[in-house]
C-alpha cells in the first residue's frame, strides 16, 4: 500500500524512530495484525462456548502490543519461539488464520495437521518454531536456534516470547547464562502479565521486575510498557541491532496484563474487578490508534473499515476451519519419527 | 599390521565416529560438560578439541535442562548437535527437554520438522560410584514415542551405531556402558553405519535364547561358554536397539530354542525384559514354549556402593548360568 497520508502533522527530524523505521503501510499493517489478534482471540472464546472446540486455550487479549510489536522488525528468516499463550505471536509473525482456526479445530488442513492443537502451533516455514505447553520449554529451544543462525554464519536473529512465571523456572537461567557466554543472537522478550495463572509477580519474584535478572547474566535489560506498540518496538529493535552485529542477547520485559483469564478454568479469585477494568481503560489497540490519528497516519474512517476487514477475515477463517477434514485414527502414529530404520 | 583387523577400545571407537561424523558434515557438533580440553569424563571426547577447536567440541556450563534445550533448539535450525550427558544419570535434570520437546515436537507439528539429535548416555553400574552416577534408565527412555533408543555392546556397534544416529532424522539416546570404554574390538577404520532397529544373534544355540543388552551381552556369552561344556546350548541375542524393537529376531529364536531368558541392568521390574517378555507371549513363539520365562535385571534397590553389594545389585555371568541351567534342566 502506498504511503499516501501527508506527515506533515510531525516534522520527520522530530518524529521518535518507530515513526521513522516504519512507512504508513507498515504501521497500519501492524494495526490491522492487532486487530486480527484481537478478533482471534474473540473467535476462539467463542467457537469453545458453542462446543465448536474442545480442550483448553489461552487468550492474549490485552496483549497484542507486545507480539506486534516485537515481531514488527523481523524477517522472515528470523526466529520466534512461543508460548502456552501464543496465538498472537503466530499471527504477529505473519501466520495464517485461516490454517491457525483449523488447527484449533483438529483439522488435517491445520499448521500441525490437527495433531497439535491450540498449544502446539507453529509456522516453521515463516520462521515461527512453535508455541509450548511447558512453561520456559521454549527459552533454550530459542538460544538453540541462535546457536545454528550463529554456526550458519547468518545474520538472523531468534526472538524468545516468555512470561513471568517463566522467568522463575530454571531452564529461564540456564538458557539465558548460555546465550551470553556465547554472545547469541537472541532477544528475550518476557510478556509479564502480573500473574503466572493465580499467583502474581509479587508473591513469586523477589525481584520487582524480570528485567532485573538480566544483570545476573550481564546483558542489557530493559522494562518497557507492553501496551504500549512503539515503546516495544523500539526496545525490540535496538535490541535485534545489538543481537544482528554480534554483540549478543538483551532481555525486554513488557509490562502487561492478560484481560481474560489464564485458561478457560479460571474463576478470577486471585485478581479483583477494578484491576481488570483499569488494564482495559488501557487497551493497546485503543492506544495505537489514537497514536495513529495524532500522527496523521490514519483517518477515523480508515479505523472502522480495518476492522471490518479483520472480523471478515476471522469468519472466513472458522468457515473454512469448520469445513476441513478431520484426520483419519488409522494415521495415529504417522509423524511419530521420519524414518523408522529396519524394524 | 591389516587395517581391516585393526581393534580399537570402545570409547576410541566413538571418538572415531564422532570425529568421522565431524569431517563429513560441517553441520555436526558436540556439546557436552567437559568435553573440551578435559576430554569428557570417561576420555571419550578426548583430544577432539584440539582437532576440530571450541565452536565444534563446546563446552557447557553445568546446566542439563537448558543445554539438551539448546541442542534441541539447533536441531531444529538446521545443525545436528551430538549431545554427551558426563552420566546416564543426570538424564533426569533433562528430561523435560528430552522428553517433552524433542521426542515430541516433530509429531506436534505435525510432521512438518524433524528433530536431528543425538543424546550420548554414558551408563550403568560397577564403577563405584554409587546410585547416582550408575543408573541404566534406558527403559525410562525407551517408553517414549519419538525417540529412538540404542544400546551398543562392542567397539564396532559404539563406532556403527553412533554413525547411524548422527545420520538419523529424530532424535536418537545411545546408551553406552561406562564398563565397556575400556574394552577392544575389531574396529573398521572407514565409516560405516550399523542399521538401528537390528538386533544381532552373536552366538547360536537350539536349547535357550538369552536376549541381553550391553555389558550382558559379554555376561550372557561367558554363560554361554561355560553352559556348553554342560552340553547346554545357549542362543545369543545382543538387543542393540531397545526402540524400534526388532521383533523378528527375538520371536525365530523363541520358536527355536523353546526357552527365554531376559538378561539386562536396569531395575527388573517393568523394565526391558517385561517388555520382551510380554511381546514374546503375544506373539506366535508363545505356543513354542517349553518353560515360563525368565527375567534376570537390577535388584529393587538403588546402585549401593560397598563393591559387594554393588556387584550383587545386577546379574552376574554365574547368575546367568544359575538360571539358564536350572529353564533347561527340566527339558524333554
Known sequence: ?343 | MNEMVRELTYAQAVQEALAQAMEADERVFLMGEDIGVYGGAFQVTGDLVHRFGEDRVMDTPIAELGAAGVAVGAALAGSRPVFEFQFSDFATLAMEQIVNQAAKIRFMLGGKVSVPLVMRFPAGSGTGAAAQHSQSLEAWLAHVPGLKVVQPATPHDAKGLLLAAIDDPDPVMVFEHKLLYKTKGEVPAEPYRVPIGKAIVRREGNDVTIVATAIMVHRALEAAETLAGEGIAAEVIDLRTLRPLDKGTVIESVKKTSRLVCVYEGVKTLGIGAEISAMIAESEAFDYLDAPIVRLGGVESPIPYNPVLEKAAVPQTPDIIADVRNLVKGRT
Request: hydrophobic share 40%; net charge negative.
Open chain 1, 1 to 343: 500500500m502506498a504511503d499516501t497520508l501527508d506527515r506533515s502533522a510531525a516534522p520527520a527530524a522530530n518524529l521518535r524512530p518507530f515513526y521513522q523505521r516504519f512507512s504508513a503501510a507498515e504501521l497500519k499493517e501492524a494495526l490491522r495484525r492487532m486487530y486480527l489478534i484481537r478478533r482471534f482471540e474473540e473467535g476462539a472464546e467463542d467457537a469453545y462456548t458453542r462446543g465448536l472446540i474442545h480442550g483448553t486455550m489461552h487468550l492474549s487479549i490485552g496483549q497484542e502490543a507486545s507480539a506486534v510489536g516485537s515481531c514488527m522488525d523481523l524477517r522472515k528468516s528470523d526466529y520466534i519461539t512461543s508460548t502456552h499463550r501464543g496465538h498472537g505471536h503466530c499471527i504477529a509473525k505473519g501466520a495464517d488464520p485461516k490454517l491457525m482456526f483449523a488447527e484449533f479445530f483438529g483439522k488435517e488442513e491445520g499448521y500441525c495437521r490437527g495433531r497439535g492443537g491450540s498449544m502446539h502451533i507453529a509456522d516453521v516455514e515463516g520462521g515461527n518454531l512453535g508455541a509450548n505447553g511447558i512453561v520456559a520449554g521454549g527459552i533454550p529451544i530459542a538460544v538453540g536456534a541462535a546457536l545454528a543462525i550463529k554456526q550458519q554464519k547468518r545474520d538472523d536473529v531468534a526472538l524468545c516470547f516468555f512470561g513471568d512465571g517463566a522467568s522463575n523456572e530454571g531452564a529461564f537461567h540456564e538458557a539465558l547464562n548460555m546465550a551470553a557466554i556465547w554472545k547469541l543472537p537472541v532477544i528475550f522478550v518476557c510478556e509479564n502479565n502480573k500473574y503466572g495463572m493465580s499467583v502474581s509477580t509479587e508473591r513469586s519474584m523477589a525481584v520487582a521486575h524480570v528485567a532485573d535478572r538480566a544483570a545476573s547474566y550481564n546483558m542489557p535489560g530493559q522494562v518497557v510498557d507492553g501496551n504500549r506498540i512503539e515503546d516495544v518496538s523500539e526496545a525490540v529493535m535496538a535490541a535485534t541491532a545489538r543481537a544482528r552485529r554480534g554483540e549478543g542477547p538483551s532481555l525486554i520485559e513488557c509490562k502487561t496484563y492478560r484481560i481474560r483469564g489464564h485458561s478457560k478454568s479460571d474463576r478470577n479469585r486471585y485478581r479483583t474487578r477494578e484491576e481488570i477494568e483499569e488494564w482495559q481503560a488501557r487497551d493497546p489497540i485503543g492506544h495505537f490508534e489514537t497514536e495513529l490519528v495524532a500522527h496523521g497516519l490514519l483517518r477515523d474512517g480508515e479505523i472502522a473499515a480495518i476492522r471490518a476487514a479483520a472480523e471478515g477475515e476471522i469468519a472466513e477463517a472458522i468457515e473454512f476451519a469448520r469445513n476441513g477434514t478431520d484426520p483419519d485414527p488409522r494415521e495415529g502414529t504417522r509423524d511419530v519419527y521420519t524414518t523408522l530404520g529396519a524394524a
